[in-house]
């Protein structure tokens, strides 16, 4: 008899297998997972696992159609295909910020060449948005699992499955897959930074910045001190490199030889 368990077990497998795909990658470079991100055929897997121009992508149901890689990032291991396709079923996403410790998590691919299995487990530490680059939860990863959904109970999408640690499942957050599935360019900041304080306050030092990138763009130019609000939320000065991802941002400039504060 089949218990209350194993049909919620069940339905969630059938929920997620709808919206995950197989990605293999040109030349024997490898395959791994993917999930079906719109409708119109946009698709989300890691950067490591779509390595080239294009990519074959195996539909639940069988079907393979070729898919032009339009963006990589690296930096985050995401990469977004395209395959002329439409009517295709999205996943459903969550915020991880509001994930508990301990809280069902399921991960959700194609490991060591078997087709669509699901692994279970919990997650493992609180994930601060902005501040963590990865969801991390205590599932068991094989290879062939990167670039598949991490999900919750009801079968949202909390991150993108990239790699494993310490035995542990990081995963790419679901809000920052969702702005670089979003955006048509990555924005960056364009600068390099160390954190220092300035009294109270958490600041970053400018080090260098990028010709023509949005830092000397605004102005900012090596020495200056960055005061806003949100460093305190995004904790460290790599975290700016990580996760721009498309958020407008607004900061107060401080520099040496001027002793006031701009906009930039």
């Known amino acids: 008899m089949t218990t209350e368990l194993e ?5 969630l497998a059938a929920d997620l297998r709808a919206s995950t795909v197989a990605v ?3 030349r024997g470079a490898g395959s791994g997972s993917g999930v079906i991100w719109t409708q119109d055929g946009g698709i989300v897997t890691n950067a490591h696992v779509a390595r080239t121009a294009r990519v ?4 639940p149901d069988g079907r393979r159609l070729t898919a032009a890689v339009e963006r990589r990032d690296e930096t985050r291991d995401l990469a977004r295909v395209r395959v002329a396709a439409g009517g295709l079923k999205p996943a459903r996403y969550r915020d991880p910020a509001d994930l508990r410790v301990g809280e069902f998590v399921a991960a959700f691919g194609h490991p060591l060449g078997v087709r669509d299995v699901l692994s279970t487990g919990i997650v493992f530490a609180r994930h601060r948005s902005g501040e963590d680059r990865f969801v991390t939860a205590d599932v068991k990863l094989a290879p062939g699992n990167s670039g598949g959904a991490l999900a ?23 809000d920052d ?14 600068v390099r930074v160390a954190p220092v304080r300035a009294g109270r306050r958490a600041a970053l030092v400018v080090l260098a910045t990028e010709t023509r990138g949005a830092a000397e763009r605004s102005g900012i130019v090596p020495g200056d001190v960055i005061l806003t609000p949100h460093l305190e939320g995004l904790g460290s000065a790599r975290s700016l490199a990580i996760l721009r991802g498309g958020t407008p941002l607004t900061v107060a400039i401080v520099r040496a030889d001027e002793g006031a504060a701009a906009a930039a």
């Open 56 to 59: 074959e992508i195996e539909f």
């Open 24 to 26: 293999h990658a040109q």
């Open 7 to 11: 049909r919620d077990l069940l339905g």
């Open 152 to 174: 919750d109970v009801a079968g949202r999408v909390v991150g993108i499955n990239s790699m494993v640690a310490a035995g542990l499942a990081l995963a790419i957050p679901a």
């Open 177 to 190: 897959v969702a702005r670089f599935m979003a955006d048509a360019v990555a924005p960056r900041l364009g």
